[in-house]
């Protein structure tokens, strides 16, 4: 498949391991914004892990998308041919005041990443000097006897090498990039480095909008990994210490952060809470704003007048069967709602394809506590059916940015019940004064606690506490997270980075 | 199959200087057995040969054919000797055995042609004196010493250096009963001998080969496709035979030094004799090389590269360094050591020996300067092998073609200034090898653990 390709754009959005490659809700958010903005023409620079872990485009692409890159960090890349070579200390030295700056987090990121990106400008550093160089070799030598606890020094110059391969991807994408007016990148990380460098090289402005929180995820996934050694012996191993190798790779996605931060004129979050974390991690705190995500209204609306007179006493989990969700303290806390309200039922919509072995457990779990005819297992549904029939949205995530589901179900007229993780506060009891004046529109609990849970579902269910709800819920969307409202405020950034205010 | 190595480890564990002299003992034979079997062969046919085989002058063109083939050989099967060790060294690392006995029958096949073609050539246009037997004797027996040469480097390549020496032992006793059964037909008899001998021998090796690497094919020309084998080794055996042989050849037909003997092939009596007797003088040095190399150098070298590819510290990868680099540089010295003590010897008791075998004194001084350099070819050849070890071809190749290209400049040189500098040619080209070599072993030592992380390719 062509991409279309042109000579100039509006904003380049940098995009990692999303759109149009890969759905989810990043991806429909990216799809919305470049749908809601006609007047710009985007460029789309995909970067993705290897070619073969993408399959075809998941988005058919709209029309003021006139360029498209896709780049990969691994895989694709084929390093110079091997030439021994001196190096050059002074830029040695640049390097190792720019680890200086990350590995303290005092001292000025930007400054050192600046020089920096200025040699690799002018070609003064390249990958011949990183991977081929005797400077280099010294570098890395010194800082794994300074550093590395772990022994093994292979793992450890691999760690290295495996780390910094994608910054030479990153820095030839950015001189072979066509002339944007702004950049917008979508998350810290890889994007986000590219973001920096981009700006470094041209000046022209860096946006960031941050969903997920990049760092939280690729520790998640660092967790997971097989392919982390860890070879300290049992005498060498402190329990309380994570892998070296672990810990430099999430100084490295953290330090990735951190010049991102530095570099963004605007930074975006999807709550408050998350806005403070970004000002925690480096973010300076007045290039920083909030826009929330929204909805479209018009879509969910009409389910109102579908819904039955009286709320039925069916709650309902909307998401993926997946560990993150916490779909077994649903389960449980279902056992307790039955024990009080008997016709009460709990449905599952969602895909269980993404972890085959967590769905199997949810499904003996229900066995197990005798709700195979209470717990419905829906599996993918389309979102506006399913509200019409239930009487509350629930989320027992253990971990929620802001769940575009929960606006869904409050335009749907349901309220929510969900654990304390990500905006859920800010969605239930309101951010502002005025915000809160509206009341709550649904309950928020802690995190694995069904009784908790339990008891707050029904509380909720009763008639006299869920018509207040479901009004607070419907106001609340309104007023704050609409799509228009979204659009507004994105419309406003992009002025201000094209300066067209 | 047990390198040699193992055997000689094996033998020192007794720890007592007996032990010790044994382990050197074992290794000199290992080391120098088959050129001294060779060079001792000859020799004692010519002896065997006098007043049987007459007029004498052709026992001389007997030494001088036999002699020629075997530079003529060497030279030859140069291209292939370093390269094809090293390919079948690759396909046993990728375990690919298969290929191995197909590839080694290719090997032969294209050693055959060559030397065939090479062989016609000379007895159709170089031996108009010589009846049509001599001239098929010298094809057969050219033709036979190029594939001995290939096996012989195959099997050392696999460190079997006890079933070379028995081999080469047997072919020689062989070839020395032929002789003395045949040298009733006088020339052609020695030569038929010979080959008897040379046949057997390289029948050996072959069998030895065919029936350690079992293959389902029987030829293959796999290692003659592009970057099968390494260029830089290709010319790295030939620079180094056409090295130690160029000298030779120059002595040999420059008129004042050389004399016609048969055909094409000259002799010089006045530099062939000393170098000869010179060569035997390395044993000790040989035997010396293959301890420390096979043993203590090779011991550390793999300890280094097991600490490279499992994850060791780099203070153990280091260490491990300094430990291969003490041993090369150990094992270079104790060769240096041992030769200087062979060279002093020589000084003492050469008139003596020369006496003993009915040699003018006259040679003498060619005798001392040809002895330093055959010891310094000791030397030269451990500092290529610890090159090999660590992979740097590029400054193999450089290093022998400067030698080739030394010995014959100065050898020109010591032509022109006459007599008393005859010799010094050769050895001051190896000197200044030697010397190189050493900077340049020292320079790669020292970035060992860079050149192997930084520029893996």
Redesign the interface.
């Known amino acids: 498949m062509s991409f279309p390709t042109a000579d100039s754009a509006d904003i380049a959005l940098l995009l990692e391991g999303t759109f149009p490659y890969v759905s989810g809700g990043v991806s429909s958010w990216v799809n919305q914004i470049i749908r809601a903005y006609p007047e710009y023409r985007f460029a789309v620079v995909f970067l993705g892990s290897r070619p073969q872990d993408y399959g075809d485009m998941k988005y058919t692409l709209p029309d003021n998308v006139v360029h498209v890159e896709a780049h990969y960090l691994h895989g694709t890349h084929t390093p110079p041919l ?1 030439q ?1 070579n001196a190096g050059n200390d002074a830029v040695i030295a640049q390097v190792a005041s720019l680890h200086k700056v990350f590995r303290s987090s005092q001292g000025n990121t930007a400054c050192a990443f600046g020089q920096l990106a200025e040699l690799l400008k002018r070609g003064e550093i390249d990958e011949e000097f990183f ?4 400077t ?2 010294q570098f890395i ?1 010194h800082n ?2 300074e550093h590395c606890t772990d ?5 450890y ?1 691999w760690t290295v090498r495996a780390m910094h391969e994608p910054i030479w991807v990153m820095a030839r994408i950015a001189a072979n990039l066509i002339p944007v007016r702004a950049y917008h990148t979508i998350s810290t990380g890889y994007a986000g480095f590219l973001g920096a460098m981009l700006k470094n090289r041209t000046g022209k402005p860096l946006i960031l909008s941050e969903h997920g929180i990049y760092t939280k995820e690729r520790k998640i996934d660092l967790y997971q990994s097989e392919w982390i ?1 860890d ?1 300290r012996n049992i005498f060498e191993k402190d329990p309380t210490e994570v892998s070296y190798f672990r810990e430099l790779w999430m100084r490295f996605y953290t330090s990735l952060g951190k010049l991102c931060y530095h570099h963004a004129d605007i930074i975006t979050a999807l709550y408050e809470a998350n806005r403070q974390r970004q000002i925690l991690d480096g973010a300076p705190a007045e290039r920083t704003r909030v826009i929330p995500n929204g909805i479209d209204l018009a879509r969910f609306q009409p389910v109102r007048a579908k819904r039955p007179a009286v709320p039925p006493p069916i709650l309902c989990l909307i998401g993926r069967v997946v560990s993150i969700k916490d779909v077994k303290t649903f389960i449980r806390m279902m056992r307790s709602v039955v024990n009080r309200i008997p016709e009460a039922e709990a449905w599952i919509a969602g895909p269980e394809d993404e972890d085959p072995g967590y769905a199997e457990e949810c499904h003996n779990l229900c066995a197990s506590l005798g709700l195979t005819d209470k717990v419905k297992f829906l599996g993918f549904q389309k979102v506006e059916v399913v509200l019409e029939k239930v009487g509350l949205v629930v989320l027992s995530s253990i971990s929620e940015a802001l769940p575009l589901v929960l606006l869904e179900g409050y335009a749907a007229g349901v309220p929510a019940l969900t654990t304390d993780v990500g905006s859920c506060r800010q969605l239930i009891y309101g951010l502002t004064p005025e915000d809160q004046a509206l009341g709550a529109s649904g309950a928020v609990v802690r995190i694995a606690d069904p009784q908790a849970m339990a008891a707050a579902a029904i509380e909720l269910l009763r008639p006299e506490n869920w018509f207040p709800a479901q009004q607070a819920a419907i106001a609340r969307v309104e007023r704050y997270y609409t799509q228009t409202l979204m659009f507004n405020d994105y419309k406003q950034v992009y002025q201000q980075a094209l300066g067209e205010i | 199959m047990a390198g040699i190595g193992f055997e000689i480890k094996k033998i020192l564990r007794r720890d007592s200087y007996l032990s010790l002299f044994t382990a050197y003992t074992y290794a000199g034979i290992i080391g120098s057995g088959p050129w001294v079997l060779s060079i001792l062969g000859v020799l004692i046919i010519g002896l065997m040969s006098l007043g049987v085989v007459l007029p004498h002058v052709l026992i001389t063109q007997f030494q001088v054919t036999i002699t020629h083939l075997i530079a003529m050989s060497l030279i030859l099967t140069g291209f292939l000797q370093l390269s094809f060790t090293r390919y079948i060294a690759d396909r046993l690392f990728e375990k690919d055995i298969s290929v191995i006995l197909p590839n080694f029958i290719g090997a032969l096949f294209v050693t055959t042609a060559v030397a065939g073609i090479v062989g016609i050539l000379l007895a159709l246009f170089a031996f108009p004196q010589q009846n049509a037997i001599y001239r098929i004797l010298l094809i057969a027996n050219f033709v036979v010493l190029c594939n001995i040469w290939i096996a012989t480097i195959f099997l050392s390549g696999m460190k079997n250096y006890k079933a070379i020496l028995v081999l080469y032992t047997l072919g020689y006793s062989i070839a020395v009963l032929g002789a003395i059964l045949l040298r009733g037909a006088g020339l052609n008899g020695l030569l038929m001998g010979v080959l008897l001998g040379h046949f057997v021998l390289f029948s050996g090796m072959a069998l030895l080969i065919i029936s350690s690497y079992p293959s389902d094919r029987f030829i293959e020309f796999d290692f003659l496709r592009k970057k099968r084998m390494f260029t830089s080794l290709i010319w790295t055996g030939f620079f180094f035979n056409l090295g130690v042989w160029i000298d030779k050849y120059l002595f040999w037909y420059t008129p004042t030094t050389g004399q016609h003997v048969i055909g094409i092939f000259n002799a010089s009596l006045i530099y062939d004799l000393p170098i000869f007797l010179a060569y035997l003088s390395i044993i000790p040095g040989m035997a010396v090389f293959l301890v420390r190399m096979e043993t203590d150098f090779v011991e550390y070298y793999q300890k280094f590269y097991d600490a ?7 203070n153990y ?1 280091e260490e491990m360094r300094d430990e291969m680099v003490s041993t090369a540089r150990l094992g270079i010295f104790e060769i240096i050591k041992i030769q200087t003590i062979a060279v002093l010897i020589i000084f003492v008791a050469a008139p003596a020996i020369l006496n003993l075998i009915g040699i003018s004194q006259y040679y003498l001084s060619l005798l001392y300067i040809d002895v330093v350099a055959a010891g310094l070819q000791v030397v030269f050849l451990g500092i290529m092998n610890v090159l090999f070890y660590l992979d740097k071809r590029h400054i193999a190749l450089a290093l022998t073609a400067l030698f080739a290209g030394l010995n014959l400049i100065f050898s020109l040189i010591s032509l022109y200034l006459g007599a008393t500098w005859y010799g010094y040619g050769f050895a001051l080209s190896l000197l200044i090898s030697v010397v190189t070599g050493m900077y340049w072993l020292d320079k790669k030592m020292a ?1 060992l ?3 192997t ?5």
């Not at chain 1, 991977?131 to 005797?134: E, G, P, T």
């Not at chain 1, 022994?151 to 793992?155: C, L």
């Open positions: 091997v021994a991977l081929y160089s005797q280099a070799w030598t794994y006897r022994p093994s020094f292979i793992d110059f050694s070879n | 490279v590819r499992d994850g060791g510290t780099l990868i970035i653990e860079y050149e992380f930084m520029l893996q390719k």
